[in-house]
Structure formats: structure tokens, C-alpha cells
């Protein structure tokens, strides 16, 4: 099976930066989709960014359009999300996300989560 780990989140000042990671392993298998989501204490999920895997039209949401970018490495099946200028409101657990495929299925497959804490 497909497993995500997910890195490097933490604590982090007002207007500070972080970057989160992602790796996909496992056995003959392809990720045609990679996404971060988060999801704050007691509120829904948000879907935070979303990325194909050729690296074509990157989407955001608006709350972080122009503060967060998604890149990824398809030679490392990593992605990564570079959070700058990062407010209060972004304290979430951000959780990786991939769509892919082996030789038999399709699949879904989630990172076990990160919190980032944003406070003075």
C-alpha cells in the first residue's frame, strides 16, 4: 500500500514562514494528483492547495493565494508547501493528500497530519 509521511511542521511568530513535506512510497505506483488540506480545532476541512503532477495550474485557496505555494519533485514523489507571511488563522493540522493508481486500482491515500501553531 501507498503510505504519505508528512514533515516539519511547528511553531512560528506572526509573519514567520514554514515548509511542509510530503513522500509517497510503496511498490509500483504513480501520483497523478498531490493536495494539502487543514483543518483547525473544531472546524471543517479546508482544502488549502492542489497540484497535477506535471506542475501545471497549481490552484489555491483564497485565503492563501499569494502567501502559500505547492511544488513538487516527481523524481522523490515529495511535495512540499511553502507557507509565508503566516497568520493566526492559518493554525491548523495540515494534512497531505495523493491520487494515484498501481497496476490493478486507483487510490487515495493521507498523511497522518502536522500542526502548525502561528502565535506571538
Known amino acids: 500500500q501507498v503510505q504519505l509521511v508528512e514533515s516539519w511542521g511547528g511553531l512560528v511568530q506572526p509573519g514567520g514562514s514554514l515548509r511542509l513535506s510530503c513522500a509517497a512510497s510503496g511498490s509500483q505506483f504513480s501520483i497523478y494528483a498531490m493536495r494539502w488540506y487543514r483543518q483547525a480545532s473544531g472546524k471543517q476541512g479546508e482544502l488549502v492547495a492542489r497540484i497535477i503532477s506535471s506542475g501545471d495550474r497549481p490552484n489555491y485557496a483564497y485565503s492563501v493565494k499569494g502567501r502559500f505555494t505547492i511544488s513538487r519533485d516527481n523524481a522523490k514523489n515529495t511535495w512540499y508547501l511553502k507557507m509565508n507571511s503566516l497568520k493566526p488563522e492559518d493554525t491548523a493540522v495540515y494534512y497531505c493528500?495523493?491520487?494515484?493508481?498501481?497496476?490493478?486500482?486507483?487510490?487515495?491515500?493521507w498523511g497522518q497530519g502536522t500542526q502548525v501553531t502561528v502565535s506571538s
Open positions: 493528500n495523493a491520487l494515484g493508481a498501481d497496476m490493478l486500482r486507483n487510490f487515495v491515500a
